[in-house]
Structure formats: C-alpha cells, structure tokens
C-alpha cells in the first residue's frame, strides 16, 4: 500500500496571505516597542519638569555685622507650599505655628519678654516662593541674638517643616539637617 502525501500547494494569494500574516506580527511588535519607549521618555520628562520646579528649603542662624537672625530659606528654583510645621521644645510641647511659640517663649519669663525682636509667622499653608528668604526671628543686636540662641539649646528646641513643590512631590527638613529629605 502507498501512502499519499499531502503535499501544500502555495498559491500565490496564499503566499500574500501568510506574508501579510507576518508582516502585521512584526507591526504590531513594533508598536508595542514604540509603546514602551514612549512610556519611558514620558516619565524622564516628568522627573525633568520635577527637577524643574524643585524648591530646595534649608535654614540657618545669621549673626553677621547687621543681620541678627534665624532664617528659612528656599533656595530652590521653584516655590515651596509648608504642608506641615513642628516646633518642639525638651519637655515634650509642641506648636505647629511659630506664633504659638513665639508667644509661649514670650510669656515664660524668659529675656524675650524684655528686648525688641520680630518674628514671622511659618504655619502650614505659607508659601516660600523660589529664591527668597524667611527670616522667622529677627533681633537688633548679637548679644540679644546669641542669647536667643542659648534660649533655644536650654529648651532643647528642635523643628520640622514639610513641604511641598507645585508637582506634590513632598520634602522634610529638621534642625539638624543640612539638606532635605524626600519623603514620596
């Protein structure tokens, strides 16, 4: 007994047929490709536009030849909106506005209740716009200004501030810190 093979015939509409087959399969990976690529550019540009936009928060005592202060600056390219403020003494009170505090420093019979000074309000909602200062205590000579200072290393004062920058991305500095920290 023979046996018959079955043998495919290609015509020439079922060479087209199967070679636009693969041609689409090709298409299609190809877009999945592009997809991907498209993907990835778009979140480099994100994080551009971020960096774009980044306030950079820092803070400092100034005690030089006319200038007696305490200061929070942002010296980022973009503003800071403070999402969150902690003031925070050794004895466990806390304040999240820099009023409060500067009115419970006032009332406690310390020096404050007798010299000149300024303050700034620093709350949650404030904002710090781009290239510019805060000056959250502001004295009229460096004896008053040094005082201050011993104040707040008796009261083992310490602080927070969140913030955050126009894209929701969200930062925290701390009295001991120098740099920022990114908390999302």
């Known amino acids: 007994m023979k046996k018959r093979l079955n043998v495919m015939k290609w015509s020439s509409e079922r060479?087209?047929?199967?070679s636009a087959f693969f041609i689409s399969v090709i298409s299609l990976i190809a877009l999945l490709y592009q997809s991907y690529l498209?993907?990835?550019e778009n979140k480099l540009m994100q994080k551009q536009h971020s960096a774009s936009v980044m306030p950079y928060v820092t803070q400092w005592f100034d005690d030089s030849p006319g200038a007696h202060n305490m200061v929070i600056a942002n010296e980022?390219?973009?503003?800071?909106?403070v999402k969150k403020v902690t003031l925070t003494l050794g004895d466990g009170k806390s304040f999240t506005k820099t009023d409060a505090f500067f009115k419970h420093l006032s009332g406690s019979g310390s020096f404050l209740?007798?010299?000149?000074y300024l303050y700034s309000t620093l709350a949650?909602?404030?904002l710090i716009p781009a290239n510019s200062t805060v000056e959250i205590a502001s004295f009229d000579n460096s004896s008053d200004f040094r005082k201050f200072l011993e104040?707040?290393?008796?009261i083992q004062f310490d602080f927070q501030i969140e913030y955050e920058d126009v894209y929701g991305a969200r930062w925290s500095l701390g009295y001991d810190q120098?740099?920022?920290?990114?908390?999302?």
């Open 113 to 116: 209740d007798s010299t000149h």
């Open 15 to 18: 060479v087209l047929s199967v």
């Open 38 to 40: 498209a993907r990835e």
């Open 124 to 126: 949650a909602g404030v």
């Open 76 to 81: 980022g390219i973009g503003p800071a909106l």
């Open 178 to 184: 120098e740099i920022p920290q990114r908390l999302n």
């Open 151 to 154: 104040l707040l290393y008796a």
